[in-house]
C-alpha cells in the first residue's frame, strides 16, 4: 500500500468509482452533459453496382441522384457522394473486396480500429450486427476483423442483441439493471473508502475527498433523472412485437427467412440508435447479407448476386438489379432519418454528431472490379464533414478514404493499409 498508494488512488478514481457508473447507460448523458461524442456507423450491401446507375451526375453542390440511388433524395443534405475510388492490392472479386473494403490490406478492419481507440471506457467497444449476414455464408466472409485479421461474426438477432446490450450479463441471482441504476455506487464502496481515507496523506485525502463529492452529485442527478432529457429510452425498441420465430436452430434458420428480412433490418438499425443514444458504444457496423448474396426481397423473381451479373444496363436484369439497390438505400434512409430523429447531449442530432459509411465489395458487379466504388458518407461528424455534396476521386485510394473517416472521429493516422497512392486522407473531403 505504501508503495502505491498513488498509483492506486488514481485508479479507484479512474476505475473503481468511474467504471461502475460507466456501466449504467442512462448516467453517461449526465455525465458528460454539455458534451457530445462522434460516432461512426459503417454499412454494408452486397454485390457492387452498376457505376453509371448509382454514381450521381453534377456538380459538387448541384448534382443529380441516379437510379439506384434515388430513394436518398430526401436525405442526400445529410450525405456526401464519393465516386473515382479504387480498391488496390490485395484479393479480387468478392473475397478480396470485403476482405479490403474496411482494412485497407491492414490487419484489422476501421471499425475494429476506431473502437478500440475511441471506446476503451464504455461498455461495448464496438457492435458488429448482421441482416442474414451469416444464412448461406460458407466462406464466412465479413467486413469486420480484429487484429491479426481475425473475422468478426456478425450477430442477426437483435433481440439478443439487445439483451446483450441492454441487460447486461446478469445470471440468476443476479441484480437486474434497473435495480443496479437504483442503488449508490458510493454506498457500495464506501466501507473501502473510509479505510482507505485513514491511510492517505492530507494532500491525497483531499483529493480523494473531493473526487468522492464529485462522483455523488453527478450519482444524484442519475438518481433523480440527471439531464438526459430522454435521449436514452428504449422502452420503444421493438414495438412491433417481433419474436424469434420458433426453429431458430433449425435449417433454414427461420430469422433467416427473407419475410423477416426488412424487419430485421430495421430492428438492428433501431438498435444502433438507441445505442448511441445511450452511449453504449460509438462504434456500430452493420452488414447486409453478404457478398454473393442470396437474398430476394419485394418478389423479386432472381437472388441478389443473379441480379448483378446484369449482361449491359439496359437489360430486364439490370431493371431488377436497380430495385435491389434502391431497397438497400432505402433502408439506408431509414438509418439516417433514425439518428437524424434523436437530440445529442449538446442540442445537435444524434446524425450530426455521427459519421456513416455505406460500403460493397465489388465496383462494377459485371466485371467483379474494385474500381469507382460505390460509397456514400453521412453525417456530419460532429461539424468536420460538410454533407449535400458529389466528390469525384479520379482513381485515387480507398484507403485515403479510411483515414479520413478515422480523423474525423479525431482520431490522429495518416495511413490506414494501402499506402501506394501517398499517405494522408482524401484531399478536400474535410
Known amino acids: 500500500m505504501k508503495a502505491n498508494r498513488r498509483q492506486f488512488v488514481k485508479g479507484l478514481a479512474g476505475a473503481a468509482l468511474a467504471a461502475p457508473l460507466a456501466s449504467i447507460p442512462w448516467s453517461r448523458s449526465a455525465f458528460a452533459a454539455g458534451t457530445a461524442a462522434k460516432r461512426a456507423v459503417f454499412v454494408y450491401i452486397p454485390d457492387g453496382a452498376i457505376p453509371e446507375l448509382f454514381h450521381p451526375s453534377g456538380s459538387e453542390t448541384n448534382f443529380t441522384l441516379a437510379p439506384m440511388t434515388s430513394p436518398l433524395e430526401r436525405v442526400k443534405q445529410h450525405c456526401v457522394f464519393t465516386r473515382g475510388l479504387t480498391m488496390y492490392e490485395g484479393g479480387s472479386t468478392h473475397e478480396g473486396g470485403v476482405a479490403k473494403v474496411l482494412t485497407g490490406n491492414s490487419d484489422s478492419s476501421l471499425d475494429y480500429f476506431l473502437g478500440q481507440r475511441v471506446g476503451a471506457d464504455l461498455p461495448f467497444k464496438s457492435l458488429h450486427l448482421g441482416v442474414g449476414a451469416n444464412f448461406q455464408n460458407g466462406a464466412g466472409n465479413v467486413v469486420s476483423y480484429s487484429s491479426g485479421k481475425i473475422p468478426i461474426t456478425m ?7 439487445f439483451e446483450n446490450i441492454f441487460a447486461g450479463s446478469a445470471g440468476p441471482g443476479d441484480e437486474t439493471l434497473a435495480n443496479r441504476r437504483k442503488r449508490s455506487i458510493l454506498d457500495a464502496v464506501m466501507g473501502d473508502l473510509t479505510r482507505l481515507n485513514a491511510r492517505l496523506g492530507a494532500n491525497e485525502r483531499e ?8 462522483v455523488r452529485e453527478v450519482e444524484q442527478r442519475i438518481l433523480d433523472g440527471g439531464n438526459s432529457g430522454g435521449v436514452c ?18 435449417y433454414p ?25 445511450c452511449d453504449m458504444t460509438r462504434v456500430a457496423t452493420l452488414m447486409w447479407s453478404h457478398p454473393v448474396s442470396p437474398t430476394r426481397v419485394r418478389n423479386i423473381d432472381q437472388g441478389h448476386h443473379d441480379t448483378s451479373h446484369y449482361g449491359n444496363r439496359d437489360s430486364a436484369t439490370a431493371q431488377k438489379f436497380v430495385k435491389y439497390k434502391q431497397y438497400f438505400m432505402e433502408q439506408f434512409r431509414y438509418l439516417i432519418e433514425s439518428l437524424d430523429s434523436r437530440t445529442d447531449s449538446d442540442g445537435n442530432s444524434l446524425l450530426y454528431n455521427s459519421v456513416i459509411f455505406l460500403c460493397s465489395e465489388l465496383g462494377d458487379s459485371n466485371d467483379h472490379d474494385h474500381k469507382d466504388m460505390p460509397f456514400i458518407l453521412a453525417g456530419n461528424a460532429g461539424g468536420a464533414l460538410q454533407t449535400g455534396r458529389y466528390l469525384d476521386f479520379d482513381g485515387d485510394a480507398h484507403s485515403k478514404l479510411l483515414v479520413s473517416i478515422a480523423n474525423m472521429m479525431d482520431v490522429s493516422i495518416d495511413s490506414y493499409g494501402y499506402t501506394g497512392h501517398g499517405r494522408g486522407g482524401l484531399p478536400g473531403l474535410i
Open 155 to 161: 450477430n442477426d438477432n437483435p433481440l439478443n442483441a
Open 207 to 214: 483529493k480523494l475527498e473531493k473526487h468522492t463529492a464529485s
Open 233 to 250: 429510452t428504449t422502452g420503444s425498441f421493438n414495438s412491433g412485437g417481433f419474436t424469434v420465430p420458433e426453429g431458430y436452430h433449425g
Open 253 to 277: 434458420p427461420k430469422i433467416h427467412l427473407e419475410e423477416h428480412f426488412e424487419t430485421i433490418g430495421k430492428l438492428q438499425m433501431d438498435l444502433i440508435t438507441q445505442s448511441f443514444a
